[in-house]
């Protein structure tokens, strides 16, 4: 049964070395330890202040702002065939518990609404108390929806989610699996083994009609985002401090993007965009064809963790537009993969539409990173064989200030006019490049930069 709340679980908040409230410790082998109270006709358990979730959750539910919510372990949303709708109450906390790697799935057919405000965010983060918290912590966020994935001889298809996080892909196109907005996810992402990992938040074949706006994922162990598949869209998503990739995209994801800014730190982190179609087949289809605008990737100069801003691989198509990249060690840009040469060039030297870099802004040192067996170099790719694109300083106002950066263009930059829009209704019309409006810093008040 519920009961009333108490300050961020007082002296016991959830934390590292099980230091949880005694109702929800996580038991050592052989111990018995006291349960939280039972109501048969909850899918959760209570104790004073916070309620437990665990399992596979078939009933509908409401996550209240006046409560503490636990992960334990995998907790599954819906069965993979009945609607269950998880709501969430803006200002609401959710603990992933440390010691099971909680992690929460949206199973297909099922659906998250997480509308938080910019005065009162969604957060999902570690059971750990503040000060001892990592990447890492928990597992993260899933969402697994009906919308198309390659990797099959036919379709429609489907797949099974890194970490045993259930089934995804389908054939609908439009599938909705709800609503993300003013959400953060802190502390996640985990390693189970190579090749098998769970990031901030995994988009695995969901569709169009879910609504992901205005989210960050901040302190990630793996990617922050990524998309398996499918055709969602998203506007406003801040990537902070992650220690793999911050936009990822596999397995035949055709969304779109507007409005991103990936910042990372100097002592971990990967690539700003790392992107593939299908790592078993190149050619599969639907294949990999994101449209992306507005968006600013920030390496960390002079740090050993900043490599490529943009790697291209393993035969994506990407139409990208009003890029700022800077800060990345080995290069602002990288083309892999002869098919991604195939399907981005048009045979005579020139580009075929289907994979575009165009009207950004780079400032990497070396530029960008040539490989001998290149189609094209990069050099070309960027200065030649695209529209608009200029190298040297963004002129952002302070971007690679770790606990208070400012992303937004200084009065003096080039990021300031050029853009170029596509013309696709999702996009809003802006004169800027990059990922904020110099005089609307949509990432400022509901946003963290808190280190652990």
Aim: contains cysteine; aromatic residues 8%.
């Amino acid at each position: 049964m519920r009961s009333s709340i108490h300050p961020r679980f007082s002296s016991t908040i959830l934390g590292a070395a099980l230091a949880l409230p005694l109702a929800i410790t996580a038991c050592s082998e052989g111990q018995v330890e006291p349960e939280p109270d039972v109501d048969d006709d909850l899918p959760y358990d209570c104790g004073e202040g916070f309620c437990v979730l665990t399992g596979t959750i078939t009933e509908s539910l409401t996550l209240t702002a006046d409560t503490e919510w636990v992960l334990r372990g995998g907790v599954f949303i819906g069965n993979d065939v009945d609607e269950t709708v998880l709501t969430i109450e803006p200002g609401t906390t959710i603990y992933g518990e440390t010691s099971t790697k909680g992690f929460l799935t949206i199973t297909r057919g099922s659906k998250i609404m997480a509308e938080g405000t910019s005065d009162a965010p969604i957060v999902f983060t570690s059971s750990k108390e503040i000060g001892q918290r990592a990447r890492g912590d928990w597992g993260g966020l899933i969402i697994n929806g009906r919308a198309p994935v390659n990797g099959c001889d036919e379709g429609p298809c489907e797949s099974f989610g890194e970490g045993g996080t259930g089934y995804y892909g389908g054939g609908i196109s439009d599938d909705d699996s709800g609503v993300l907005k003013f959400v953060r996810v802190e502390f996640a992402g985990n390693l189970i083994s190579p090749d098998n990992e769970l990031n901030g938040v995994a988009f695995q074949g969901v569709g169009s009609s879910t609504t992901i706006d205005s989210i960050q994922v901040h302190m990630a162990a793996d990617d922050c985002i990524e998309f398996f598949g499918g055709t969602a869209n998203a506007k406003r998503v801040l990537c902070t401090g992650i220690s793999d990739d911050n936009l990822d995209w596999t397995d035949g994801w055709t969304g779109k993007i507007q409005f991103l800014v990936a910042q990372q730190y100097d002592d971990a982190g990967d690539n700003g965009i790392e992107a593939d179609n299908n790592a078993e087949n190149n050619a599969s289809l639907p294949r990999s064809f994101p449209t992306i605008s507005n968006i600013t990737l920030l390496g960390a100069p002079g740090s050993s963790f900043a490599d490529t801003g943009i790697l291209l691989r393993e035969g994506t198509a990407a139409f990208i537009a009003n890029a700022v990249v800077a800060g990345f060690g080995e290069g602002c840009l990288d083309i892999d993969h002869a098919e991604t040469f195939a399907i981005g060039g048009d045979g005579a030297g020139g580009l075929s539409g289907d994979l575009v870099v165009e009207h950004s802004i780079f400032d990497c040192t070396p530029l960008v990173i040539d490989d001998a067996d290149d189609v094209f170099s990069m050099t070309a790719y960027i200065e030649d064989l695209n529209e608009g694109n200029t190298t040297g300083d963004p002129a952002l106002t302070a971007p690679f200030v770790e606990d208070a950066p400012d992303y937004r263009p200084s009065g003096s930059s080039p990021a300031l006019q050029g853009a170029r829009i596509p013309n696709d209704a999702f996009f809003e019309i802006v004169s800027f490049k990059g990922g904020v409006d110099p005089n609307n810093d949509w990432t400022a008040g509901w946003t963290t930069r808190v280190r652990n």
